[in-house]
Every structure is written in structure tokens, then in C-alpha cells.
């Protein structure tokens, strides 16, 4: 069985500074991927970025990038110059690639940016 | 291009009872996932469904049943409702059933209490 797990309920920010939040994961799939997703208060999830097991390289959308070590089975997510607009719950997601249409989510980290 | 649409925005129900809960998926999208969120977790998979057939299913009972019609949109039944039940349903629409390479797009979710 797949576990996603988020150790941060809640974390703050001030406006401009970087956070990271941590997402740790389990499986026995060799291939899979992972994904972090927004919640704001509107309550649609939006993608925010996603991340492909088998590349080694990081994915980076714009002010989001991650910190994948596989290895360590750890996803975090790092925001550059932090926006009020980034305040919202943050789940951390994985997907094996055997099955491919189910998510796994952790149980999620608010954010607040304060300005 | 119309987004994912989910109603009602919200239900109240009471222990027993049936509920219905519909989903219109995005133009072009011929998949639906319901997923379940309860107060303070990370969203549980229910169903997928992907041209009118159920395409993998979660670890819940089948009092949770679903629907998909031709246009692809989607309803989701509870039957005997428990006070557990009450969460947050979203729905998510992609363009296939592999969500590791479709990306999923969300509902704005339908808040259902039980009393």
C-alpha cells in the first residue's frame, strides 16, 4: 500500500521569503510519480507541479521547484518569493504507474503568507 | 473552455438516508474520479469511471455507487448514509484514464453533512 505523509499541518511565511514544505512517501513501485497540488479557500485543487520517478532532475514551474530524493523517498516543495496569493492548504500526491488513476494524498499542510 | 462543475455546492442529509451528487467534467474529458475529503484529510479515491464503465475503485463500500452518461458527466450515490460521510466530494475530470500523464482537473467540491 501506498502512504503519503505531510508532517507540517500548518506553516507561515512573510511575503517575498521562500518556504518549503515536506512531503515523505512509501511504496514498493519501482515507477511512479508525484505531484504537489493547491487548495485555496475556494476549495478547487489546482496542479502545481509534478514530478516523474525515473527523471533525476527536479521539476521547476516558475517560483515552485522540488527537492526529490528518491532514495529517501522525499518530495518537498519549495516556494520562491512567497505571494498572498500562494495562501492554501498543500497536498502532496504520488501515483504508481501501474495503476495511474488513483492519487494517494497526504494530509495536507496550510500555508499562510503573511504580508 | 468550461471547467469542472460539481452540485450542489452543498447538502445536509440524515442518517439513512440516499444522496445523489452530480459532476460535469471538463469539454473533452471523458474520465471522472470522485474522490472524498474528510475535515482536516488529504482527499480518498472512490471510483474512477472513464467511457461509462467503473475503472478502478477505492477501499470504500458499495453503498458508494456511480454513474457516467454518454456526455461524460458523472453522479455519485451514497446509500444509508452514516455520519462519517460527511466530507467534502470533489470530482476531477482528464482527458484519459491515466491520470500520471492526463492531468486531472478538479471540481470545486459538494460539502455533504450528515446528521
Known amino acids: 500500500a501506498q502512504t503519503v505523509t505531510q508532517s507540517q499541518p500548518e506553516m507561515s511565511v512573510q511575503e517575498a521569503e521562500t518556504v518549503t514544505l515536506s512531503c515523505t512517501y512509501d511504496?514498493?513501485?519501482?515507477?511512479?510519480?508525484l505531484f504537489w497540488y493547491k487548495q485555496p479557500p475556494s476549495r478547487q485543487m489546482i496542479l502545481v507541479i509534478r514530478?516523474?520517478?525515473?527523471?533525476?532532475q527536479n521539476a521547476t514551474e516558475n517560483r515552485f521547484s522540488v527537492n526529490f530524493q528518491k532514495a529517501a523517498k522525499s518530495f518537498s516543495l519549495k516556494i520562491s518569493d512567497s505571494q498572498l496569493g500562494d495562501t492554501a492548504m498543500y497536498f502532496c500526491?504520488?501515483?504508481?504507474?501501474?495503476?495511474?488513476?488513483?492519487?494517494?494524498f497526504g494530509t495536507g499542510t496550510s500555508l499562510t503568507v503573511i504580508p | 473552455e468550461t471547467g469542472v462543475t460539481q452540485s450542489p455546492t452543498h447538502l445536509i442529509k440524515t442518517r439513512g438516508q440516499q444522496v445523489t451528487l452530480r459532476c460535469s467534467s471538463q469539454?473533452?474529458?471523458?474520465?471522472v474520479s470522485w474522490y472524498q475529503q474528510a475535515l482536516g484529510q488529504g482527499p480518498q479515491f472512490i471510483f474512477q469511471?472513464?467511457?461509462?464503465?467503473?475503472?478502478g475503485r477505492g477501499n470504500f463500500p458499495p453503498r458508494f455507487s456511480g454513474l457516467q452518461f454518454p456526455n461524460y458527466s458523472s453522479e455519485l450515490n451514497v446509500n444509508a448514509l452514516e455520519l462519517d460521510d460527511s466530507a467534502l466530494y470533489l470530482c476531477a475530470s482528464s482527458r484519459g484514464p491515466q491520470s500520471s500523464y492526463n492531468e486531472q482537473f478538479f471540481g470545486p467540491g459538494t460539502r455533504l453533512t450528515v446528521l
Open positions: 511504496t514498493s513501485e519501482s515507477n511512479y510519480y
Open positions: 500526491a504520488f501515483m504508481g504507474a501501474i495503476t495511474g488513476n488513483q492519487f494517494y
Open positions: 469511471y472513464y467511457r461509462e464503465e467503473e475503472n
Open positions: 514530478q516523474e520517478a525515473y527523471k533525476q
Open positions: 469539454s473533452g474529458h471523458n474520465t
